[in-house]
């Protein structure tokens, strides 16, 4: 036969490691400095403007229709 849990312990046991996850991503989110933003920021920017580069544009005359 299984092991008696204490539904009442587990609870309490998993909203803890709920608020320790949560207080985890916070602190990934907002630890960061001005500087570690601005470089991120401008990073993806950069990306977005490389990928947008290589964008295929439809030309003129190729509507796609015969």
Do not use: F
Not at 8 to 32: I, L, P, S, Y
Not at 40 to 65: C, F, I, M, Y
């Amino acid at each position: 036969m299984g092991d008696v849990v204490n539904l009442r312990m587990a609870r309490k046991r998993q909203a803890r490691a709920d608020k320790a996850a949560d207080a985890a991503a916070n602190r990934a989110r907002h630890g960061r400095s001005g500087a570690e933003k601005q470089r991120d920021r401008l990073q993806d920017e950069a990306l977005t403007r490389h990928l947008d580069g290589h964008r295929l544009k439809p030309s003129e005359t190729d509507s796609g229709e015969s």
